[in-house]
């Protein structure tokens, strides 16, 4: 009977984890600030949209340079 108990709550302590670092992996996704300099355009691979969702707390364009991202303000791009 106890060690019922014992699986039962490793289990729990199991899931509880996973659910925490799957959650930590999705919002870690995400643009949590902008940046305020401009980007040379010939150094620019593609963008993508960030919108406020579930994990993700602003809303973003996401910049693709090589080897790494840069999150930007909607409201302020220009065209």
Known sequence: MASGKVCFMATLCSLVILSTFIGSTQSASCCLSYTSRRLPCQRLLG???QTINTSCDINAIIFHLR??????DPSSIRT
């Open 47 to 49: 963008y993508t949209v």
């Open 67 to 72: 080897g790494r991202f840069v999150c930007a």
